[in-house]
């Protein structure tokens, strides 16, 4: 099923040195990220957690250890993390359970420069869709194996949208949305910056870092073009909006429906009828 033209960094560690890997970031984040200190980026998968990490370890000069084994120094850490009490300097990301579910379709079931072909062939063959273009059609069904999936884990690194949102839901760190990052940028993080530092924050350096790390100037296309196989497929929030019909809707809102609106992003469920 490769896709042709797709450069993925491969990544030749062990799957026991992966989750050793892990299970040491896990470490350190809860108990040494008051004392050296650690800053934690902590999202649900597809939320634009690596975005963020990348703007706040360069801002506060310390290194990304992305996916690796970090060191015990200073450091940006970057997960997909549950609340522990333990923590500290945290920044919880949170996007609409809609983008997420419509961004993990694209990165499971197609190859790109970030994910693993093994994991898009085991997911491919796991729905077996006739055309995997035809998104429409296939979404619920995707939503269904996603959340069934996520929701009968017994891994500490997996649990659903819903069950994320809740975990983190009113705990003492910086809340920050996706959406408000991407439209009014600099203004939502300086505060956030500020509250874990305690220090104001050098805003011209952070708008520098902002527009480094922008979708159009590392993907060099505007926000909206797609490219499917890049992990920054996108770019763009509400692209649920061309994806869900009327049946998919109604599958996430059995499985999600409560904790959208809950989140403010939906008044009510009269967005599953503008579908029908």
Partial sequence: MALSGVKTKVDNRSNFSIKTDALQRLLMVNTLSKVLPLYIVTEY?????????????EYLDVPFPRNQR???TSSLMHGHMSYSPFM?????????????????YYHSLFQNDKNSPNQVERCRSDLN????????????????YVYQRDM?????????????ESGWSGKDCVHLRYEDLVSRGVDVLVPAIEKVTGSPVDIDKLSEIYEKFSFQNQSKRKPGEENRSSFLRKGQPGDWKEKFNFESANVFDQYAGEKLIALGYEPDRAWIDNLK
């Avoid at 500290?88 to 993990?104: E, K, M, P, T, Y």
């Avoid at 009968?152 to 994320?164: D, G, L, M, V």
């Fill in 45 to 57: 998968p597809k939320s634009g957690g690596s975005w963020l990490s990348q703007i706040l370890a």
């Fill in 70 to 72: 970090p060191k015990i």
């Fill in 88 to 104: 500290s300097n945290v920044f919880c990301l949170h996007r609409d359970g809609r983008d997420i579910i419509a961004s993990q």
């Fill in 129 to 144: 869709f006739l055309d995997y273009d035809d998104v429409q059609n296939n979404l619920g069904q995707f939503i269904e």
């Fill in 152 to 164: 009968a884990s017994k891994s500490p690194f997996r649990c659903s949208w819903p069950e994320f």
